[in-house]
């Protein structure tokens, strides 16, 4: 017998069979059939007007016969079907009628053609069987017989199927579709099988010996490499030579890293199915070396220095406080720059500096010294200016030497409190000692509405004569660096002007 193995799918949405149907030449579509007193599906119709006329039964999985139909139940029930199992339904096609009847196709309106298989004959008076190909004819009072062929998939749900639909031409030139509703339902896989595969039919899975699905389907019910399955649970196999079953739980196999692990080292130390450690596999502490314990190829050995120490001496252990100004961050007795970048005062000269969480965190600067240049950074030269002063004294250039910084602004005088004249100047500048003014005159007018004094660079000046305002002192004898020092066995005094 071939076998018909259903080629495209068709989604068909029509009425289930409930009375007559007819054909006249136009497309008709059977949406029921009546009951003969002989308990045949008919459809009737006038032949005298060209009208054909047939009747289905369903014989459900009763052998074939040209006899009354069995039943008048016009559904093919495949009833209950046992995942991967085959079962058949045989359907039987009579023309009643006196016109020829085509069938141009038969399918099973599907998405799972897979699942479906149609075969088409017939049956001699001596009992012969006829395989048909489509299209193939129903002569008048002939009978063609459909048999479909279902394998239950997928399990625990209906038969994903909802019609049988034969296309129809008739012999007048119309045509009709018969649709015959499929019911039925896929049942359970049976005790210790699993449908773990969608794309396989039935229920493949063995879940009472498969690692990968031990009791169901999924990583959930999988056993772990090297694991077995035994009669749907799982059971530990044989550990890779790294790894051991330390704890006693399956759900996590062979937990453990006895080759890393530096509380398990060689074997189960801390972690143990009884709860008591083996101190023969745990490596020691780190409290005695300030360092951690590591394990290598199940062999403990002494790994990095805790936080907070460093190994500066070569013998074992890590022996240094590397959160001191003299070790921060790292080992400050090292040679040249690779020691200084962890020593905080030659960081940071002349500064109260402490280290803090392992880095230098400088303060202010020490007693006598000031950061004139404001170069207190790594890398800048700290509190470079020596002063024995005090930024809250009042300090006017002094009449003589020693010329004394008194409030440790960088010169003998007050920087803030003054416009500034050199020769290299220009009037347009601010009056400070890096932009000075150039004329004495300029700098006497700025200085009148600041409320400030004129400090004067040694050099030439020429001009007009001055105006010289009330409350502008000038003082002279400064260098062009804005020091003062003795010259030529004498002071150079301020050279002082005060109106």
Same mark, same amino acid.
């Given at each position: 017998?071939?076998?018909?193995?259903?080629?495209?799918?068709?989604?068909? /949405?029509?009425?289930?069979?409930?009375?007559?149907? %007819?054909?006249?030449?136009? %497309?008709?579509?059977?949406?029921?059939?009546?009951?003969?007193?002989?308990?045949? +599906?008919?459809?009737?119709?006038?032949?005298?007007?060209?009208?054909?006329?047939?009747?289905?039964?369903?014989?459900?999985?009763?052998?074939?016969?040209?006899?009354?139909?069995?039943?008048?139940?016009?559904?093919?029930? /495949?009833?209950?079907?046992?995942?991967?199992?085959?079962?058949?339904?045989?359907?039987?096609?009579? &023309?009643?009628?006196?016109?020829?009847?085509?069938?141009?196709?038969?399918?099973?309106?599907?998405?799972?053609?897979?699942?479906?298989?149609?075969?088409?004959?017939?049956?001699?008076?001596?009992?012969?069987? %006829?395989?048909?190909?489509?299209?193939?004819?129903?002569?008048?009072?002939?009978?063609?017989?459909?048999?479909?062929? /279902?394998?239950?998939?997928?399990?625990?749900?209906?038969?994903?199927?909802?019609?049988?639909?034969?296309?129809?031409?008739?012999?007048?030139?119309?045509?009709?579709?018969?649709?015959?509703?499929?019911?039925?339902?896929?049942?359970?896989?049976?005790?210790?099988?699993?449908?773990?595969?969608?794309?396989?039919?039935?229920?493949? %899975?063995?879940?009472?010996?498969?690692?990968?699905?031990?009791?169901?389907?999924?990583?959930?019910?999988?056993?772990?490499?090297?694991?077995?399955?035994?009669?749907?649970?799982?059971?530990?196999?044989?550990?890779?030579?790294?790894?051991?079953?330390?704890?006693?739980? /399956?759900?996590?196999?062979?937990?453990?890293?006895?080759?890393?692990?530096?509380?398990?080292?060689?074997?189960?130390?801390?972690?143990?199915?009884?709860?008591?450690?083996?101190?023969?596999?745990?490596?020691?502490?780190?409290?005695?070396?300030?360092?951690?314990?590591?394990?290598?190829?199940?062999?403990?050995?002494?790994?990095?220095?805790?936080?907070?120490?460093?190994?500066?001496?070569?013998?074992?252990?890590?022996?240094?406080?590397? &959160?001191?100004?003299?070790?921060?961050?790292?080992?400050?007795?090292?040679?040249?720059?690779?020691?200084?970048?962890?020593?905080?005062?030659?960081?940071?000269?002349?500064?109260?500096?402490?280290?803090?969480?392992?880095?230098?965190?400088?303060?202010?600067?020490?007693?006598?010294?000031?950061?004139?240049?404001?170069?207190?950074?790594?890398?800048?030269?700290?509190?470079?200016?020596?002063?024995?002063?005090?930024?809250?004294?009042?300090?006017?250039?002094?009449?003589?030497?020693?010329?004394?910084?008194?409030?440790?602004?960088?010169? +003998?005088? +007050?920087?803030?409190?003054?416009?500034?004249?050199?020769?290299?100047?220009?009037?347009?500048?601010?009056?400070?000692?890096?932009?000075?003014?150039?004329?004495?005159?300029?700098?006497?007018?700025?200085?009148?509405?600041? &409320?400030?004094?004129?400090?004067?660079?040694?050099?030439?000046?020429?001009?007009?004569?001055?105006?010289?305002?009330?409350?502008?002192?000038?003082?002279?004898?400064?260098?062009?660096?804005?020091?003062?020092?003795?010259?030529?066995?004498?002071?150079?005094?301020?050279?002082?002007?005060?109106?």
């Amino acid at each position: 017998m071939r076998l018909h193995h259903l080629a495209r799918f068709a989604l068909i /949405f029509l009425a289930a069979c409930g009375s007559d149907s %007819t054909s006249t030449g136009n %497309t008709d579509v059977d949406t029921g059939v009546t009951v003969n007193d002989a308990g045949q +599906d008919m459809a009737t119709a006038d032949q005298a007007n060209g009208v054909a006329e047939y009747s289905v039964c369903v014989l459900g999985a009763s052998s074939a016969t040209r006899g009354p139909c069995p039943n008048s139940d016009e559904v093919v029930d /495949f009833g209950t079907v046992a995942p991967g199992e085959e079962v058949a339904r045989l359907v039987r096609v009579r &023309n009643d009628g006196a016109l020829n009847l085509t069938v141009q196709n038969v399918e099973v309106t599907t998405q799972r053609a897979e699942l479906f298989a149609l075969e088409f004959f017939r049956v001699a008076n001596d009992g012969a069987v %006829t395989e048909l190909d489509e299209p193939f004819n129903i002569p008048t009072d002939g009978y063609i017989f459909v048999r479909v062929r /279902f394998t239950g998939d997928p399990p625990d749900s209906p038969i994903p199927a909802e019609y049988l639909t034969a296309d129809i031409d008739v012999a007048t030139g119309g045509s009709l579709t018969i649709e015959v509703p499929l019911v039925g339902d896929v049942g359970s896989c049976a005790q210790g099988t699993a449908d773990c595969n969608p794309l396989t039919i039935g229920c493949e %899975t063995d879940t009472l010996n498969d690692a990968a699905n031990c009791g169901g389907c999924g990583v959930s019910f999988a056993c772990g490499a090297g694991n077995l399955c035994m009669n749907g649970s799982c059971a530990i196999g044989t550990c890779p030579a790294s790894l051991s079953d330390c704890d006693g739980v /399956f759900a996590n196999g062979c937990e453990t890293s006895i080759s890393s692990d530096a509380n398990n080292c060689g074997g189960c130390g801390t972690t143990t199915a009884s709860g008591t450690p083996n101190p023969n596999f745990i490596c020691p502490g780190p409290d005695a070396l300030n360092a951690e314990s590591i394990c290598v190829n199940k062999t403990c050995e002494m790994g990095d220095c805790l936080d907070g120490y460093a190994d500066c001496t070569g013998d074992l252990g890590c022996e240094t406080d590397i &959160n001191t100004i003299d070790n921060c961050g790292g080992c400050g007795n090292l040679p040249g720059n690779a020691g200084r970048v962890f020593r905080c005062e030659e960081l940071y000269p002349n500064t109260e500096v402490t280290c803090e969480s392992m880095g230098c965190v400088p303060g202010t600067c020490k007693p006598g010294w000031v950061d004139l240049d404001g170069q207190n950074f790594v890398g800048g030269n700290g509190c470079e200016y020596a002063c024995g002063g005090d930024p809250a004294n009042v300090d006017l250039p002094d009449e003589s030497a020693p010329f004394v910084d008194a409030n440790c602004d960088g010169i +003998d005088g +007050d920087i803030g409190g003054a416009i500034f004249v050199a020769t290299f100047g220009n009037d347009s500048n601010a009056g400070t000692p890096t932009a000075p003014k150039r004329t004495l005159q300029n700098a006497i007018n700025t200085a009148l509405l600041a &409320n400030k004094d004129v400090y004067v660079a040694n050099g030439s000046y020429s001009g007009p004569t001055l105006q010289i305002s009330n409350g502008v002192s000038i003082f002279g004898g400064f260098n062009s660096d804005w020091s003062r020092k003795r010259c030529c066995n004498r002071d150079l005094g301020p050279r002082r002007h005060r109106v």
